[in-house]
Each structure stands twice: as structure tokens, then as C-alpha cells.
């Protein structure tokens, strides 16, 4: 009986054949050259195919673009996005294969979503398998070939409930999502409802974004207070009064006269010595390894996430998406060690380990039912980037640091009494590294206090009082504001960093210490004023807490999506009683939300992005409609102002950003002379001009609006290309064995 395969990605899927095949599985060609495996055996053929992510996604079924929207269906990625019409030979692949099969693998990523992924497509080629227990359930945590033979050698039923659990969200997600987007997005448009003019909110966005204006808030409204600290310097060591933040001047002032008049009569108070123990930290969940690699690697969440589901698929780590801290016993962890010693890097560290048998270690309380902590599987790795090796390394070490003794850590703790004030300072040493050792990022600051014995005269060098001003809390980083999404139980851990992306492709947020924009202010206003339960944090909260009693088979997935419409359409119908406010709000922070580029050479004013009724983006000045001067700009392309001025058109030079295109700067005035030579792509010299225009392409004027132009791309000439050079001829290939064909199967991963 033949038997299907179904791997997340590519890469997998290759793991998968060659580990279950011995090196054997032969490689076949389906649709557009999409690679697939077929391994031979007495009990028939088994199919290896891979997925590209998502095959399946969820599209409004009827009726027409607007809201309310309830019917929702799934179908093809490819019918729904264009960008994705990359899948539909992987879908027509494993269409044209699955026909022969009677039995069907979800080998996909073990969590909600390779539940969905999996399913779905089982569920397109077969729906009766899943019925009658033919779809069975592939679990495990490495792509290691142990591992994997481990996994099939134990197939589960497939896990239906974690798959109606990522149905439900996907659903919601979508109904929630769409619906309010295009609720507010008429509340400024009315029904002129376009791709180029739509505003953004969803079911865990709201109360993202209702997080991070609530801090903005209280950032803004924060009242400084004054405050004074007064220090004494002794044995060059900086002491502070006991007292410690001073919020009333004349205390501080008295404890700085009191001071300074007995400065030559000091005592040594007092001298307490202890002894600190330092643990190891937790071996990395998902979350605590974004937030390292953040503060060491300076990696975005998102890029973190990316590096290291691509260390998972070539077998060097784990699976990345998991709540734990917990590394059982069963993962071989001696062995691991053991593997890990053979790697110079890490020899000495992992050596220590292994000669006092040092195989147990501290773990964290976070548990997740599917995965244990984030660990290397002691597989050497090659061909890394130098972001895949240092996120790696910290892996590495921070797995091998859990195994280590805790540090030794000496204190030290002083007060100097002069006369009726005390001062106090505190010293630390590490007198045993310990796990430090392995995991060099933990910044223990060492202070030495010499000179300093119980009873001893104590001369103090300087006396001072610092004038200070209370601050208010710091921004969230987007690191920090995903653990914060963690700890309030909001979206998921796969999910978070996207999320958090999609608020600033909205401009809603903005900076690397994260700011709410105005008009990211605006529409948390509008909504927590007329509509408080899209940012309510509790809405969300109560939904996510359903869904995973849908995966726990404690509750029916049809009510948690009812329930979800029920409350969508009384936030809807809270939006649309309240339109006109909304309305009123919306349009002047939109009209208003924009950066300023520079100063317009009209009449002084600023120069702002604008946006037409249309959708389209241009410059305008803000003192319209008194200077009516206006300049078009590059469209689907992100805009930054740089602060430079061109020295012949006297208009502000903007970055312009496109995906997949090197950014380049350019002046507003499309008549400037600096354009003239763009359609040739000679440079002229002057800064913002066609030198730095984007590669292959030049820009002409065409299309006066109000004084100024737009500018559009025409492709460059190209050059006939050289002839080619003859090559040598190549010597013929060495028949290919089953050995070297196992070996290649491998080595083209």
C-alpha cells in the first residue's frame, strides 16, 4: 500500500527520505521541476512530498466587499494571493501523486500550525482518510536522523484537535482582521474601499496597540519631580547617604552641611561580607531567545525566529517555537555533550562536563506539551551565515552553561557614619565563575571596596549633592513588548513578532525603542472611546483561553467560532453607531500623521506626506490651503526625509526604500537639473541625483500636479553582452552508485 509523506518544507522533506531510506530514496520531478522522493519497500512505495508553508488559506466565501463578512471557506493559497503562485506547483505535486496512495503522514512542524498545514491539504486530497484513521501524525522535535526514525517508527493518530484549535484562530483571526479593517477604513473613505487606501486592526493588534499607547500616554503625561542624592567619596570609593533619593531640598542640603562639617571624622560603621550564589539561567524557550539574541546579538525577533527555524531544518537545533525550559533525560543529553566536545570551539567547555559527569541540568518552570527547550542537537554544522553561527553559539552555550555549578559571587557591603548621616556602598567579585564560564554575556559588575575595616577612621575626599529629576518608564523594545505579549497570555509565541510588524508596516508604531505614532494615538482613541472591546485586552484573552480548550478536546471548535462572530458583531455595531466620531477623528489624524520632509521653498511651511482620495501619496505643504505648492512622490515605496536640502531647487532630498531594490535619494522638484541626465543614468554630481538612482533604471519627469511632477521607472538599455570565452571540456562523470547517490542526497540539502 502506497503511503504519502507530508513535510513542512523542502528541506525537511529531504531529511525525511534520506534518514527513512538509509541514503536510498529516489528523487523524482513533479510539476515545474518540484522535487519529491519515492522509497521502495516490501510493503509498497512511500512518498516523501514537501509543502512550502501554508498550501491552504482562508478567503471570504460569498458576497460582496464589505462588512459584515461571516462565511468564510478555505482555499488554494494561489487563488486567493498572487504573491503565493509559487505554491500551486507544490499543490498540483502532490495531487498528482496522492491519487496512488491510500495512507497519508502529517510530518509537518508539531504545533498548531503544521496541524493546519498538514491537515488541510490530507483533508483536500482525502477527506474519508482522516475519518477512518488512514491520516496518521508524525511528532518529533529534531530533524536529526535518529530522531526521525524514532518518530515514524511511532506514528499517532492524527491530532485533530490541535488542527480544529488552528482552524478556529485562522478563522477568527481572518473574521476579525477583515471586518474591522474595513469598518474603520470606511469611516474615512466611506465605500471607495481600495488595496492602496485600507487601514488595519485585528483581534491581537488591538490590544498590542492599546499596551503600547497606554505607555505612550504615560510617558507623555509624566511630571517630572526634582529629587537630590547626596555622596561622599572615601578611599576613591563613591558612597551614597542612606537616605538614598532625597525628594525635599532642605533634607539634602542639611545631610550635605552635616557632612562636609564632620567630613575629617568619619567612622567606618559598619563591614558585612556574604557569600551569593548564582544559578544558571533556564535553557532558551522562544521567547527568552529573542530577548538574548536582541540584547547580545542586537537581532530583530523576527530575524531571530527566521535564523533559527533554518538551524532546525538542517538538523543543528531543535524545534524553535516552544513555551519550555525543560530538557528530559530522554533527549540523550550525555550524548549530546558528547558530540558537542568533538567541536574545537566548544571542547573545553563541554570536556569539563563530561570528565565529572555533569548530564543534569537546571531547568526553568515553563512547560510545553509538545516540544522541550530550544537545545543543539551536537550535529556539526557548516556553511553557516555569520548570523546563523552567532546565534548558534549562544545556543550552544547557553545549553551547556545549564549543566555547570552555579557561580560563587563575594559581597561586600560598607556604611561610613559622619556624625548623624550614614553612607553605604556595596563590592562584589566573583570568586567562582562557574557557569559563567560557558555563558560569558551575564554582566556581573565586580566593585572593589579596599581600605575599609569595622571601626576605623574614615576621611571623606569629596562631598557633593547631585541635582536629579525623576523619568518616566522606558518604551517597550520589540523584544520586550513580545515577552509582555507572553506574560498576558495574547497571541502566540509563533505569532507575536508578526504581529508587532504589522503594527509598524501600519505606521502605527514607530522607532527601535518603540513610539506610538499620532496617528497610532489616534486610532487606539477612536477605538477605546467607541468601540473599547477591540482593545480590550480581556476580549482576546477570553478567545485564546477557548481555543486551547478546542486542542485540550474540552471544547467544540463550532461554539468558540460562534461565540467569536457574536462578539465581532457587537463591536461592529459599536463602530458603525459611532461612525460619524470615528470618522471625525480618523480623517484629521491621517491628514495629519505623516513626517515632515523638510521646509517647502514657497512659503517656509513644512513639507508632508499627504495622501489623495485615491490612495495615492504625494507632498504638500501644511500651511493648504494658503501655499497650494505640492510635489508627487514614488508609490509602494517607504519614504524618509534625510535633512539634506539640494543646492540648485532649493527642495528637501527624501530616502526612497522599495523591497528587493537598493534604496537611493532623490529631490522633490522633478524639474531640477539634477534630473536632467536620469534617463541616461549619468550621474551629475549633485547629491539626491540619478547617481544614486536605483540600478538598471532611471526616473523621468511625466505628469505635472500643482507646480510639481511624478516620476516613473523606464528600464535601462542594455548592452550587448561579451561573447563567452570557451570552456574546456569537462571529463565524463563517475557512474553513480547507490552509496554516492545517498551521499549526494544529503550533500545537496
Request: charged share 30%; proline share 5%; with cysteine.
Amino acid at each position: 500500500m502506497d503511503r504519502l509523506i507530508i513535510a513542512e518544507k523542502p528541506s525537511v522533506a529531504l531529511r525525511i527520505a534520506a534518514s527513512l531510506s538509509g541514503g536510498n530514496a529516489k528523487r523524482l520531478s513533479g510539476k515545474e521541476g518540484v522535487g519529491y522522493y519515492a522509497i521502495e519497500s516490501k510493503e509498497g512505495r512511500t512518498f516523501v512530498v514537501a509543502a512550502v508553508g501554508h498550501l491552504f488559506t482562508i478567503r471570504q466565501a460569498s458576497g460582496p466587499r464589505g462588512y459584515p463578512v461571516l462565511d468564510v471557506e478555505w482555499a488554494p493559497t494561489y487563488q486567493v494571493n498572487k504573491a503565493s503562485d509559487y505554491t500551486k506547483k507544490y499543490l498540483d505535486t502532490i495531487m498528482e501523486i496522492a491519487p496512488s496512495c491510500k495512507s497519508f503522514v502529517n510530518a509537518c512542524d508539531f504545533d498548531v500550525e503544521g496541524s493546519v498545514i498538514g491537515t488541510n491539504i490530507i483533508n483536500y486530497i482525502d477527506r474519508k482518510a482522516i475519518d477512518d484513521g488512514r491520516a496518521l501524525r508524525m511528532k518529533f522535535s529534531t530533524t536529526t536522523t535518529s530522531d526521525l526514525l524514532k518518530s515514524y517508527a511511532a506514528l499517532q493518530k492524527l491530532d485533530i484537535n490541535n488542527f480544529k484549535a488552528g482552524e478556529a484562530r485562522h478563522m477568527l483571526d481572518w473574521l476579525w482582521g477583515i471586518n474591522l479593517s474595513r469598518a474603520l477604513t470606511a469611516s474615512i473613505y466611506g465605500k471607495r474601499i481600495g488595496r492602496g487606501n485600507s487601514l488595519s486592526i485585528g483581534r491581537v493588534q488591538g490590544p498590542t496597540l492599546s499596551i503600547l499607547a497606554k505607555r505612550e500616554y504615560e510617558i507623555i503625561n509624566f511630571v517630572k519631580k526634582p529629587f537630590w542624592r547626596v555622596t561622599a567619596t572615601v578611599n576613591s570609593v563613591e558612597l551614597l547617604n542612606t537616605r538614598g533619593d532625597i525628594f525635599e531640598k532642605d533634607i539634602a542640603q542639611k545631610a550635605l552641611s552635616t557632612t562636609k562639617e564632620k567630613s575629617h571624622e568619619g567612622t567606618v560603621k559598619k563591614v558585612e561580607a556574604s557569600e551569593d550564589t548564582v544559578y544558571p539561567y533556564p535553557p532558551f524557550d522562544l521567547t527568552s531567545l529573542q530577548l538574548e539574541a536582541s540584547r547580545i546579538l542586537h537581532l530583530d525577533p523576527s530575524k531571530t525566529l527566521s535564523l533559527a527555524q533554518a538551524l532546525y531544518e538542517r538538523s543543528y537545533i531543535s524545534y524553535p517555537r516552544t513555551s519550555s525550559q525543560k530538557l528530559p533525560q530522554s533527549l540523550g543529553l550525555s550524548g549530546i555533550i558528547k558530540q558537542i566536545a568533538s567541536m574545537p570551539k566548544y571542547k573545553a567547555l563541554a570536556q569539563k562536563l563530561i570528565d565529572k559527569a555533569m548530564f543534569k541540568p537546571r531547568e526553568g518552570a515553563k512547560t510545553d506539551e509538545a516540544h522541550p527547550a530550544i537545545f543543539p542537537t551536537g550535529e556539526l554544522p557548516s556553511k553557516l551565515t555569520e548570523e546563523e553561527e552567532k546565534l548558534y553559539d549562544l545556543i550552544v552555550r547557553r545549553f551547556l552553561s545549564c549543566f555547570y555549578d552555579p557561580a560563587k559571587v563575594d559581597r561586600l557591603k560598607v556604611v561610613v557614619s559622619f556624625g548623624s548621616e550614614d553612607y553605604s556602598a556595596r563590592g562584589s567579585k566573583v570568586k567562582y565563575p562557574g557557569w559563567l564560564d560557558a555563558y560569558p554575556f551575564v554582566d556581573i559588575k565586580e566593585r572593589q571596596l579596599v581600605g575599609f575595616s569595622e571601626g576605623s577612621k574614615a576621611i571623606a575626599e569629596k562631598v557633593e549633592m547631585q541635582d536629579l529629576e525623576t523619568k518616566p518608564k522606558n518604551r517597550y523594545t520589540k523584544a520586550g513588548l513580545i515577552a509582555e505579549l507572553e506574560k498576558r497570555d495574547l497571541g502566540t509565541k509563533a505569532t507575536r513578532a508578526s504581529i508587532i510588524d504589522t503594527l509598524f508596516k501600519r505606521n502605527y508604531i514607530t522607532g527601535t525603542s518603540i513610539k506610538v505614532t499620532q496617528f497610532g494615538l489616534s486610532v487606539y482613541e477612536a477605538l477605546e472611546k467607541n468601540c473599547s472591546m477591540i482593545v480590550d485586552e480581556a476580549t482576546t484573552r477570553k478567545l485564546e483561553e477557548d481555543m486551547e480548550l478546542i486542542s485540550r478536546g474540552k471544547k467544540d471548535e463550532k461554539d468558540v467560532v460562534d461565540e467569536g462572530k457574536e462578539m465581532l458583531l457587537q463591536a461592529l455595531k459599536a463602530l458603525d453607531s459611532n461612525m460619524a466620531s470615528i470618522s471625525e477623528s480618523l480623517k484629521k489624524a491621517f491628514s495629519e500623521s505623516t513626517e515632515k520632509l523638510g521646509k517647502c521653498p514657497v512659503d517656509g511651511g513644512d513639507l508632508v506626506i499627504r495622501r489623495s482620495r485615491a490612495g495615492k501619496f504625494f507632498v504638500a505643504c501644511s500651511n493648504y490651503p494658503k501655499c497650494t505648492n505640492t510635489y508627487s512622490l514614488p508609490q509602494n515605496a517607504k519614504i524618509e526625509p534625510t535633512g539634506k536640502t539640494c543646492e540648485y531647487c532649493h527642495t528637501p532630498i527624501i530616502k526612497v526604500i522599495r523591497r528587493g531594490r537598493r534604496p537611493f535619494e532623490m529631490d522633490l522638484d522633478p524639474n531640477c537639473i539634477t534630473k536632467s541626465s536620469w534617463s541616461s543614468n549619468k550621474p551629475v554630481g549633485a547629491a539626491g541625483t540619478a547617481s544614486n538612482a536605483p540600478s538598471g533604471t532611471s526616473m523621468q519627469p511625466s505628469g505635472k500636479a500643482n507646480g510639481g511632477t511624478s516620476a516613473k521607472y523606464v528600464k535601462k538599455e542594455s548592452k550587448p553582452k561579451p561573447a563567452k570565452k570557451p570552456t574546456k571540456a569537462k571529463k565524463p562523470k563517475a557512474k553513480e552508485t547507490k552509496r554516492t547517490k545517498a551521499k549526494k542526497i544529503i550533500k545537496d540539502e
